[in-house]
């Protein structure tokens, strides 16, 4: 691993720029390498992924899997899948679920992450928050609206619905998600695994 790079991650382990605001305190969630292939930009870790450090591992990051048609190994292997969210750290709980990932996070290191990733050939954009964000004005007038269009943000993006359990109703809603974008993902993200 580049130094820099190295030292980088070791910056974003130890941040605590918005240290006040955090109820259970700083603990950044980050995992990434400099030969990652696809991107996975989510939302912020929950408790459970706060008390472990490990992203994703909760009950959305097993059917986030599932629908990537990707082990454990291959996703928690950072030469494949980097994983770098919104927001690093569990910002707290709201009226309906987690608030949203802090506003401080991705300006302050995402440029900074991924000036250093030369490989990846997808970037995953998981909810609301980073499809704002890394989509800008050319994202649809809703979330639904965005990833049924996906096409559109290819090769650079992809944008998906959050896969937390609590977004059932959203699935029965939309059942072409499961019937037509999941395989398509599946098929993406094994070509670029095989890259």
């Given at each position: 691993m580049?130094k820099?790079?190295?030292?980088?991650?070791?910056?974003?382990?130890?941040?605590e720029?918005?240290?006040?605001?955090?109820?259970?305190?700083?603990?950044?969630?980050?995992?990434?390498?400099?030969?990652?292939?696809?991107?996975?930009?989510?939302?912020a870790?929950?408790?459970?992924?706060?008390a472990?450090?490990?992203?994703?591992?909760?009950?959305?990051?097993?059917?986030l899997?599932?629908?990537?048609?990707?082990?454990?190994?291959?996703?928690?292997?950072?030469?494949?899948?980097g994983?770098?969210?919104?927001?690093?750290?569990?910002?707290?709980?709201?009226?309906?679920?987690?608030?949203?990932?802090?506003l401080?996070?991705?300006?302050?290191?995402?440029t900074?992450?991924?000036d250093?990733l030369?490989?990846?050939?997808?970037?995953?954009?998981?909810?609301?928050?980073a499809q704002?964000?890394?989509?800008?004005?050319?994202k649809r007038?809703?979330?639904?609206?965005?990833?049924?269009?996906f096409?559109?943000?290819?090769?650079?993006?992809?944008?998906?619905v959050?896969?937390?359990?609590?977004?059932?109703?959203w699935?029965r809603?939309?059942?072409?998600?499961?019937?037509?974008?999941?395989?398509t993902?599946?098929?993406?993200?094994?070509?670029?695994?095989?890259?």
């Amino acid at each position: 691993m580049n130094k820099n790079f190295s030292s980088l991650l070791s910056d974003i382990k130890g941040c605590e720029i918005c240290k006040s605001h955090l109820p259970l305190g700083p603990n950044p969630v980050v995992s990434v390498s400099e030969k990652s292939k696809i991107l996975v930009i989510g939302q912020a870790p929950g408790t459970k992924v706060h008390a472990s450090g490990i992203p994703w591992d909760d009950a959305s990051g097993r059917n986030l899997r599932k629908w990537l048609g990707v082990t454990d190994e291959q996703f928690y292997n950072p030469d494949l899948f980097g994983i770098v969210p919104m927001g690093f750290c569990y910002p707290g709980k709201g009226k309906s679920g987690d608030l949203p990932p802090r506003l401080e996070c991705a300006p302050q290191w995402h440029t900074q992450i991924f000036d250093h990733l030369k490989e990846v050939k997808l970037t995953l954009l998981i909810g609301l928050y980073a499809q704002n964000y890394y989509l800008g004005e050319s994202k649809r007038k809703t979330l639904t609206e965005t990833v049924q269009n996906f096409e559109e943000y290819l090769p650079e993006f992809l944008p998906l619905v959050h896969p937390s359990p609590r977004n059932g109703i959203w699935m029965r809603k939309n059942p072409w998600f499961e019937k037509d974008i999941v395989p398509t993902l599946q098929k993406i993200v094994k070509a670029e695994m095989s890259l």
